[in-house]
């Protein structure tokens, strides 16, 4: 029994020594498709947000060469409601994870054209809002988190840079008024601004490049 035990002992020492065998890496999500994604963008959203996610109609917003990563958040949010606009609903309703992730990446590739400020006697005030925040009133500084030049964040923030005026405003009132509820963090911005406040930094935001 003692020479059988030894035996044993060298062999299972002398054996090679492997690791249990994990479950793996999760699998990642596939590469995403950016002839699937122009081709539903096409379908679903063109008519609205321009062929190339450059609308002509300032009330909506620039999709173009935004961050993935933020457009499929909003899709999701439109489509469970937590961002909560009808018309959206509707049409994010009709499409897939897979779908929004293909537009998504493929918006993230088109080039977004560059807008202007118009509002000479609130470009000041705007750029000092962007830019400065107001301290006295406890209002942060827009720049430090969409960046100086408005071009955001990847996966945090989403890009400004000459995004219509009128969108903008839009949205800002939105979250001042609760309206839009799916970030907390801009709604406690947007509630200390005042409506020049809201306009000059909108229009100001139009102009970023």
């Known amino acids: 029994m003692k020479l059988l035990a030894s035996l044993l002992t060298a062999a299972a020492l002398a054996a090679p020594v492997f690791p249990a ?8 999500a596939a590469k995403p498709d950016l002839a699937k994604g122009e081709a539903s963008f096409a379908a679903v959203c063109a008519a609205c947000h321009g062929a190339d996610g450059n609308p002509v109609i300032a009330a909506n917003p620039t999709l173009a060469q935004q961050h993935p990563e933020y457009l499929l958040k909003q899709l999701q949010e439109f489509k469970s409601g937590k961002r909560n606009e009808a018309v959206m609903k509707g049409f994010a309703s009709a499409l897939s994870d897979e779908d929004m992730r293909n537009m998504a990446y493929w918006l993230g590739s088109r080039p977004a ?12 005030l705007g750029e000092r809002i962007y830019r400065g925040g107001i301290a006295e009133r406890q209002i942060a500084a827009c720049a430090g988190c969409h960046s100086p030049n408005g071009a955001g964040i990847p996966a945090q923030y989403p890009r400004l ?3 219509h005026a ?10 001042r008024s609760g309206a839009r509820a799916n970030n907390p963090q801009m ?8 409506d020049k406040e809201i306009k000059a930094v909108a229009d100001y935001i139009a102009g970023l490049r």
């Open 187 to 194: 709604a406690q911005v947007a509630a200390k601004l005042n």
């Open 113 to 124: 054209k560059a807008g202007f400020a118009r509002n000479k006697e609130l470009l000041a």
């Open 166 to 175: 009128d969108y903008t405003a839009a949205q800002l009132n939105l979250f």
């Open 21 to 28: 065998l994990a479950a793996g890496p999760a699998p990642q």
């Open 161 to 163: 840079s000459g995004q």
